[in-house]
């Protein structure tokens, strides 16, 4: 049943996540070898300490290209304190949560560090396969 699925039942693991003091072109590599939109920014002890999503990087991209300056770092354009959820939160209720205005991707948090990645389309995929079991009697 749908409520009873966890996000640990979803979350995938984060390979490599981002640090602070990552140029902006290096972290843009990471990003998108991971095929996610976004990564979380990590300190020494794995805590989230950020999110740092393609859009975030689109306007700096453009601009540092543009005038040749590849001293932008990770922790001046990413968001600190991003929305996390944890392991044992519902699936359900995230669904619900995302459904508004909210990230479309969530670290996932344990014991203060990162445990991996919650996205929407994970979700909906989720939901979708629960929808297609569902038998119903008319």
């Known amino acids: 049943m749908l ?3 966890q996000v640990r039942d979803l979350m995938v693991p984060v390979i490599h996540p981002l640090r602070g003091d990552m140029s902006l072109a290096d972290a843009v590599d990471l990003i998108l070898a991971s095929g996610m939109a976004g990564l979380p920014v990590v300190n020494e002890q794995h805590a989230v300490i950020g999110f740092l999503s393609e859009h975030d990087c689109l306007r700096y991209l453009v ?4 005038y040749c300056d590849n001293r932008i770092q ?26 508004k205005a909210q990230p479309k991707i969530y670290p996932v948090v344990e014991n203060s560090k990162l445990a991996g990645l919650i996205t929407r389309r994970q979700l909906m995929m989720e939901l979708n396969r629960m929808l297609k079991t569902v038998k119903v009697k008319i």
């Open 3 to 5: 409520d009873q699925k």
């Open 63 to 66: 601009s540092s290209s543009y």
């Open 74 to 99: 990770v922790e001046d354009i990413m968001h600190p304190q991003p929305l996390c959820v944890s392991p044992g939160d519902s699936v359900l209720e995230l669904a619900q949560q995302m459904s």
